[in-house]
């Protein structure tokens, strides 16, 4: 079965540079979830995106922003990097809101 | 906003041990889902439970909606099982969803 699929698996930038992770949601799902978990962190809602418009938002920095394009892929853009933004970033997809499923992730490490 | 706590924080078990992980919230949801975070990040959904219980091999869960709380069951445990649990609770408030997810119970399973 199709899955959630993020990409790139492990990211490392310097501070101050920008970064860009990809979420390609399954197949059908309409829903696309964003979610943060800095080490040893449960996973924090960062912004979600139904039928490509923004439905909700939640720690998200200033410094990023994301969307969702018309073949239901989801982009977040993070710029301005520090060194907390270290963290996996989860992409997770739902139809209708009926049950998330993740991705395996993004690492990304800021230097 | 809504707490979701989990407990306990921390577990050790020998290989075949039974146990049992719980998950409290303040308040109504629409769902909860257990996830099984593995020691290489992944979070792998193990149950979708609004209500009642489910069985999946050697796991099981159960949710009690109406008393806010939700448990989770491993039995044989196996060094497989390692890693950190997450319950999440779904909320659904003004046409959007997400999940906040608890403070996470770390499993480690010794041979």
């Known amino acids: 079965a199709a899955g959630v699929i993020q990409s790139p698996r492990h990211l490392i930038k310097e501070k101050r540079e920008t970064a860009t992770l990809k979420c390609y949601p399954i197949?059908?799902?309409?829903?696309v979830y964003w979610y943060q978990q800095g080490p040893g962190q449960d996973p924090q809602f960062l912004i979600s995106?139904?039928?490509?418009?923004?439905?909700d938002k939640g720690s998200i920095p200033d410094r990023f922003s994301a969307q969702q394009f018309s073949d239901y892929h989801s982009e977040l853009n993070m710029s301005s990097l520090e060194l907390g933004d270290s963290a996996l970033y989860f992409c997770?997809?739902?139809?209708?809101?009926?049950?998330?499923?993740f991705g395996s992730g993004t690492r990304l490490t800021v230097v | 906003g809504i707490q979701v706590e989990q407990s306990p924080p921390d577990l050790i078990l020998q290989e075949g041990a039974n146990s049992t992980l719980r998950c409290n919230f303040s308040?109504?949801?629409?769902?909860l889902q257990w996830f099984h975070q593995n020691p290489w990040g992944q979070l792998i959904n193990l149950f979708y439970?609004?209500?009642g219980t489910k069985q999946n091999g050697r796991l099981s869960a159960t949710t009690v909606a109406t008393e806010r709380y939700s448990l989770l069951y491993i039995s044989s445990s196996q060094t497989t099982d390692s890693g950190v649990y997450f319950c999440?609770?779904?909320?659904?408030?003004?046409?959007?969803?997400?999940?906040?997810f608890g403070t996470g119970t770390r499993l480690k399973v010794l041979a």
């Open positions: 997770a997809s739902s139809l209708g809101g009926h049950g998330y499923t």
């Open positions: 197949p059908r799902h309409d829903t």
């Open positions: 995106f139904y039928e490509k418009m923004q439905s």
């Open positions: 308040d109504s949801v629409n769902n």
């Open positions: 439970i609004p209500s």
């Open positions: 999440a609770a779904f909320l659904r408030t003004s046409g959007t969803y997400k999940y906040i």
